[in-house]
Every structure is written in C-alpha cells, then in structure tokens.
C-alpha cells in the first residue's frame, strides 16, 4: 500500500515506520504524501489507541531528500510554496492527531526530522542520536517546522540553534525539551513499550481531550497554525529561489563551499 512507509497494528498500538533507509529516511513528495495519509487514517480508525512513528535502519529521518532538494532549486517560487504547504500539512496533521503519538527515535534526525519529533506528545531517543537544524548553512530557514520546534524547546533555545545550524547530541536534545528520554539503544523498545503501556491505561476520550487542553491552553489551536504554515510556507518558497537561497542550495548538492562563507 505505502512504498516508503511500513506500518504494523499490535494490540491498539499503530507503529509508523519510515521506510527509506538506504537515504536515511529523508522526505520527498512521495513520503510526505504517505505520511500524511498514514496519520489521517490512524487518527480516524477507532481501534488505533497509539501511534508510534519511528524510521527503518540507522537513522530517523535526515530531512530533506537530496534529489527533492534538487528539483526544488529549479522550481518555482509557486511551486516551492504549494510544495512547502504540503510540508506544513504533514506536520499540521501530526501535531494535532486525536491520538497519543510516541516518536521512536532510533537514530539521527535533521531538519523535517526534528520537526517530526517536535509534533508528537512523547519523544525518546537512542542516546548516540544526533540532531540538527542546518537550513541557514543552506541560506535558508526552518520555516515550515518552526512552531513547532519553538513549541518544543522554547524561544531561546531556537534562536541560537536556528542561527548556528550546530549539530546537537540526545543528551542536550532532551535537556532542552525536544526529548522526553535518551537511553541506551538495547533499552529503547523496552522504554517505548513502557510508555505505550501507561498510555493504554488511560481513557481515550479523556487523552484526546487532554491533548487538546494542553494546546489550548498554551495559546495554539490548529486554525491559526494552519495561517501560521500559509505565512512560513511563502517564506521559505521567497528564500529558496532567492540568490543567496540558489548559492546555498548549489553549493551543497555541488559539495562545494558556498561563496558567502569567511572561516574564522
């Protein structure tokens, strides 16, 4: 049914696994349309208590695919924003899923990746993992997971990991509250089923609710997120046909330093 995703039913448990990992799960249009439906579906199936998403081989997700990347250089800035906003409906989905979501993290997770774990309730990660939000090494931003990350780790936080692109490791990823757990990896599935457990022991109407009480409260709801996406979604469509944009992106699928970059 998906050919880049895996999904298996145990018990109310649904897990989500992308399944790319020859290129370390990253997103193209074809994940990001899979995704999007698997989560539609898990959301609307009444046996479905739990969502599990997690990624196939080493890592969780590396983020942007680069032959997506590729044809997004040459597109148009209407192209990149209809491409953008299907993006944000992806994240959108997950963010606001009627369901408790648990994200397994297994391994690296970069850009889209990070933005994947910000939108679940839970997140736990092997301790090796490494994470990143490495768009402003490209000339761009993280427009499109950018709520959600603030969301996840707060306005001080992102302003100096959006501003450095630095690769962070899990131990810092869960004092600054992208991670709920790091752990050992041979402790991972037994620290999800965990979790799973204390989730299943709880009404389902009441989490649902729950859910949402904890967003509204926090001033989010998903009409204004769903504005919110239209907005970063232009950003980011202006950006990448920009020049610095084009040099970014060219000089990273040229493996080649960009032109603005002065070494200390």
């Not at 409906?89 to 979501?101: A, H």
């Not at 752990?183 to 609710?209: F, H, N, R, W, Y």
Request: hydrophobic residues 50%.
């Amino acid at each position: 049914m998906y050919a880049s995703l895996q999904i298996a039913d145990r018990a109310a448990v649904r897990t989500i696994t992308l399944n790319r990992p020859q290129l370390h799960n990253a997103f193209d249009d074809g994940l990001i349309a899979e995704l999007t439906t698997a989560l539609e579906e898990a959301g609307n199936d009444a046996a479905v208590r739990v969502v599990v998403l997690t990624g196939a081989g080493a890592s969780f997700s590396a983020g942007a695919d680069l032959n997506w990347m590729r044809g997004m250089a040459k597109a148009s800035e209407a192209e990149n924003r209809e491409d953008s906003l299907r993006l944000a409906r992806l994240m959108r989905t997950l963010q606001f899923l009627p369901k408790p979501t648990v994200a397994r993290i297994n391994g690296a997770a970069y850009g889209g990746g990070v933005g994947l774990v910000a939108c679940c309730d839970i997140a736990i990660s092997v301790d090796s993992a490494k994470f990143g939000l490495t768009e402003v090494k490209l000339g761009l931003v993280p427009a499109v997971i950018s709520p959600y990350v603030i969301h996840a780790i707060g306005l001080r936080q992102a302003r100096r990991l959006f501003l450095t692109g630095e690769l962070f490791d899990a131990v810092t990823a869960q004092r600054i509250g992208l991670l709920h757990q790091c752990v050992a990896a041979d402790a991972l599935d037994e620290t999800v089923e965990a979790t799973v457990s204390a989730l299943a022991k709880a009404g389902p109407i009441a989490q649902a609710e729950a859910k949402q009480l904890a967003l509204r409260v926090a001033g989010i709801n998903e009409a204004e997120a769903e504005q919110i996406d239209r907005d970063n979604a232009a950003l980011i469509a202006r950006l990448r046909v920009s020049a610095e944009g084009q040099e970014g992106l060219g000089a990273f699928l040229d493996k080649r330093t960009p032109r603005w970059h002065k070494p200390a």
